[in-house]
Each structure stands twice: as C-alpha cells, then as structure tokens.
C-alpha cells in the first residue's frame, strides 16, 4: 500500500470540509485541512452568520415604533453603525476561533496556506507537496458582477458586511435570497432602497404564493421593488453613483450591491490538470456520493452546484465521511429539504410547490391562509402572515409546505419532519396546535382553497 502522508486532505474550512475532515478524523482518519482564507467559510464569515445578526439589526426600528402601542415611551432611536458592524465581526472571529478549536481538538492539522492539486493524490501547499489517499475539494462559491460599463462600482454581499457607513441610498439588483434579504436589511435600517429584478417576479423557483406575498408585503414597508427592470451602465460622478436601467431612466445612489449570482471558486485549484471532470460553471462533476471523476478526489457544498445550502454541504461532508472511514457508503438525501429567506418579513419552504407538485401529475388539493398577526391588533400595522399546504388528494400526504410570515424558518423546520415522515393532511388537522400561535395555523386549515 502506498504511504500517504495523510488520508485526507480537504481544501476548504467551510461547513462542509470541517463536518467531512472532523467526521473522519473522529472514525480514526489522519486528516489535514488547508485554508488560506477564514475558517468557517461562507456562512460563518460573509454569509448566513453575519447576514442574520444584520437581519436582527434591521427589525428594531419596527419594534421600536411598534413599542408605543404596547404602553412603552423611548426617546428616538438612533442607529451606531460602526458599533454594529463592530460587534458583528466580534462574533465572526469568535466564531473563526470556534472553528479552529473544534478542529485542533478533532486532530484535524490545519494548513493555512493555498493548495493546489497537482494529481490524484498530491497536494502543493505553498510549494511545497503532501500526499493524500483521498482529497476532498469544499471551497465554497464567490459572488460575481457582471461586466458592463461601470460595473467595477458595485460591490457584493462580502464588501456589505464591511461598509464603512450606513449608505443613505441603495440599489439592489438581484432576486434570490442575498438580494430580498439585503433589501430588508438596508431598508430596516433606514436606507432608501430600491430592489432590480430582470424577471417577472422574484424568488424564482419558490411557490408562486411565497413570491406574490413577500413581493407586497416589501411594498407595502416602502421598498421601491421594480420588476422587469436592469442596470446597463453605472457612472460615478464624486461620491455619487448613477445608474441608467434598461427604460432609460436614471436613478442616483451611494451603493449598488450585486447579488445576481455564485460561482464555484475552483479556477486555481488544478483540478482539471488533476483529471477531474468539471461543468461548464466551473463546478465539479460528482456522483450521488460526491465523488469526483476521479476516485480518490470528492467534492462538497457550493462548488459542486447542487443545492447551495450550509446544512446540505453539512450532510454531504457527513456522508463523505461516512462513505470513506466509517464503512457506511452514504448519498445525501436532498428530499424535503427545508428552506428560509430571511426578508422582511420571512419566507419558508419545504416539500413541493403547487406548481411543481401539479408538473409531477399530483391530483392536488391546496389549503391556503392569510391573517394579520395577533401582535398587530394593537400597533395596527399594515402586515400579514401567509400560509399553505399542498395535498395529494389520492394519498392525503401532505407535499408541501410555504409560509411568509414572522419566524417562518422556526416554524417550516418542525414541518420538515413532518414531510419527511410521510404526514397526512388528516394527521395535521388531528394535532391539536399551541394558542395563540401563528404556527397553529398549520393544523387548523379544514377549507381547501383549490
């Protein structure tokens, strides 16, 4: 057997590679992951971590002005960005040091240096070469812009979380979850926004219900949603920038923040010298248990473009695991996985779309829901909570479920066991649900609404 100086050897601390490179030190692997950027990856750095905490931030003026009607007298509030942002990066690099701790503590070698793959079981850090029986890529995605004139003004998500200043005013171009997110985050905290989306309605490929409410709901708070609409050139005449959009007109800002899109990070990794088999966005080509076109390279998370989840790069750095030193060859299971945006308000999702659910020849029954939520009885707030169930009439097994509302996130992840389990539509409506809660909802839809 040919001597290796480790048996694994991951490139890439994000969710993934530290759940795989853990996992298999913990089933008896020698196991080294190289890193020449931050521990934690994404999430932890400029993703789900820092995004949520910014997300937190954004609902205390609603909360303060809602204050009043609960009898609570403040003065006015006023926001510290620079505390804010200091406090967030506080929590990241205790996070980074979380990471390298559980790591170290796994036996895990971390390598801070860039790794390049010279062939199927070598590794150069830095220049200099380590073998490995098995290498696991898990280097994430990175935002990208467009190229057009100009384009060299906008920033991504990674330069939002570090801005120097609160923008006054701020365009966001983009309708996946960086770009809803982001509009109700500067927007929460006091930017003027505008959000562009090419297409006709944003969050494409979520249940058409989530999408129609969150779009109203965004427009009732005062974001300037413009659908149809894109930049074809940025000037920047002193601090200001100026955007020309498609119909010609013009609309003057301090930021424009791209979230169009992610692309694998593998460019300089070697991987097609290495052999590997790559697809035409950069992304490695894997099999159900990850493995590349080369036996003894896998890939995890967001290069290899499945399902651009933390807790789905999680389960598939478990499942390499699994597979490669614990004897339990393990494919990720992408059934019924749960999903959250966290907008303003929340959107959450798992199991089927109605429209997806009729495109699969489901006989489908739909229970459908909207309230104004109970806290806003007394505020008087503009604001409602959206809820619905997609049913197979034949089985009664409930397919999907979606929801726009206050913790939407916390509530969809309970039904996802649900789903997961096969429930019924009559096994929700036999559960007796918690009062007063908007989750409770849920288990009380005896109408069908189509």
Same mark, same amino acid.
């Given at each position: 057997?040919?001597?290796?100086?480790?048996?694994?050897?991951?490139?890439?601390?994000?969710?993934?590679?530290?759940?795989?490179?853990?996992? *298999?030190?913990?089933?008896?692997?020698?196991?080294?992951?190289?890193?020449?950027?931050? /521990?934690?990856?994404?999430?932890?750095?400029?993703?789900?971590?820092?995004?949520? /905490?910014?997300?937190?931030?954004?609902?205390?003026?609603?909360?303060?002005?809602?204050?009043?009607?609960?009898?609570?007298?403040?003065?006015?509030?006023?926001?510290?960005?620079?505390?804010?942002?200091?406090?967030?990066?506080?929590?990241?690099?205790?996070?980074?040091?979380? =990471?390298?701790?559980? /790591?170290?503590?796994?036996?895990?070698?971390?390598?801070?240096?860039?790794?390049?793959?010279?062939?199927?079981? $070598?590794?150069?850090?830095?220049?200099?070469?380590?073998?490995?029986?098995?290498?696991?890529?898990?280097?994430?995605?990175?935002?990208?812009? %467009?190229?057009?004139?100009?384009?060299?003004?906008?920033?991504?998500?990674?330069?939002?979380? =570090?801005?120097? *200043?609160?923008?006054?005013?701020?365009?966001?171009?983009?309708?996946?979850?960086?770009?809803?997110?982001?509009?109700?985050?500067?927007?929460?905290?006091?930017?003027?926004?505008?959000?562009?989306?090419?297409?006709?309605?944003?969050?494409?490929?979520?249940?058409?219900?989530?999408?129609?409410?969150?779009?109203?709901?965004?427009?009732?708070?005062?974001?300037?949603?413009?659908?149809?609409?894109?930049? $074809?050139? !940025?000037?920047?005449?002193?601090?200001?920038?100026?955007?020309?959009?498609? +119909?010609?007109?013009?609309?003057?800002? +301090?930021?424009?923040? =791209?979230?169009?899109?992610?692309?694998?990070?593998?460019?300089?990794?070697?991987?097609?010298?290495?052999?590997?088999?790559?697809?035409?966005?950069?992304?490695?080509?894997?099999?159900?248990?990850?493995?590349?076109?080369?036996?003894? !390279?896998?890939?995890?998370?967001?290069?290899?473009?499945?399902?651009?989840?933390?807790?789905?790069?999680?389960?598939?750095?478990?499942?390499?695991?699994?597979? /490669?030193?614990?004897?339990? %060859?393990?494919?990720?299971?992408?059934?019924?996985?749960?999903?959250?945006?966290?907008?303003?308000?929340?959107?959450?999702?798992?199991?089927?779309?109605?429209?997806?659910?009729?495109?699969?020849?489901?006989?489908?029954?739909?229970?459908?829901?909207?309230?104004?939520?109970?806290?806003?009885?007394?505020?008087?707030?503009?604001?409602?909570?959206?809820?619905?169930?997609?049913?197979?009439?034949?089985?009664?097994?409930?397919?999907?479920?979606?929801?726009?509302?206050?913790?939407?996130?916390?509530? !969809?992840?309970?039904?996802?066991?649900?789903?997961?389990?096969?429930?019924?539509?009559?096994?929700?409506?036999?559960?007796?649900?918690?009062?007063?809660?908007?989750?409770?909802?849920?288990?009380?839809?005896?109408?069908?609404?189509?």
């Amino acid at each position: 057997m040919p001597d290796y100086d480790y048996d694994l050897l991951t490139i890439g601390a994000g969710s993934g590679g530290v759940r795989a490179s853990r996992m *298999s030190a913990f089933f008896g692997a020698k196991v080294a992951v190289a890193e020449d950027l931050y /521990l934690g990856g994404t999430c932890v750095n400029v993703g789900c971590i820092p995004k949520k /905490l910014l997300v937190y931030a954004s609902h205390y003026r609603d909360d303060f002005a809602d204050a009043a009607s609960y009898g609570w007298t403040a003065s006015a509030p006023r926001l510290d960005w620079a505390k804010l942002i200091a406090n967030k990066n506080q929590e990241i690099t205790r996070l980074n040091n979380v =990471y390298r701790k559980i /790591l170290g503590e796994a036996g895990v070698e971390i390598l801070d240096r860039h790794a390049e793959i010279l062939d199927p079981h $070598t590794v150069a850090l830095d220049g200099k070469k380590m073998t490995a029986k098995y290498i696991l890529v898990a280097v994430g995605s990175w935002p990208v812009v %467009p190229k057009f004139p100009g384009s060299q003004y906008a920033i991504t998500s990674n330069e939002a979380f =570090y801005l120097p *200043s609160l923008p006054k005013r701020v365009i966001i171009v983009g309708g996946g979850y960086i770009g809803v997110e982001f509009a109700g985050i500067f927007h929460g905290l006091g930017a003027q926004t505008v959000q562009l989306y090419r297409g006709e309605l944003f969050l494409r490929g979520f249940d058409d219900d989530i999408r129609i409410t969150l779009a109203g709901e965004m427009h009732k708070r005062g974001i300037d949603l413009r659908f149809g609409a894109d930049i $074809t050139q !940025i000037e920047k005449r002193g601090n200001t920038l100026h955007a020309t959009l498609t +119909d010609g007109s013009v609309i003057e800002t +301090d930021h424009i923040l =791209y979230a169009t899109g992610r692309v694998p990070k593998t460019l300089d990794l070697g991987l097609e010298k290495a052999g590997v088999r790559m697809k035409p966005s950069g992304a490695v080509a894997v099999d159900e248990y990850s493995k590349s076109s080369v036996d003894s !390279i896998y890939a995890v998370g967001d290069c290899t473009d499945r399902m651009m989840l933390t807790p789905v790069a999680i389960a598939e750095g478990m499942a390499v695991a699994n597979t /490669l030193f614990n004897d339990k %060859p393990t494919r990720p299971g992408y059934l019924n996985v749960p999903t959250a945006v966290f907008s303003t308000p929340n959107c959450a999702t798992v199991g089927l779309t109605e429209e997806q659910a009729r495109q699969a020849n489901f006989q489908v029954d739909i229970y459908k829901t909207s309230f104004k939520p109970l806290r806003h009885t007394l505020t008087g707030r503009d604001e409602r909570t959206m809820m619905k169930l997609v049913v197979d009439r034949v089985t009664d097994r409930v397919l999907g479920c979606h929801m726009v509302g206050p913790d939407a996130g916390e509530i !969809i992840q309970g039904l996802a066991i649900a789903l997961n389990c096969g429930a019924t539509k009559t096994q929700f409506d036999d559960t007796i649900g918690i009062h007063p809660t908007a989750a409770e909802e849920f288990v009380t839809m005896r109408t069908r609404t189509a």
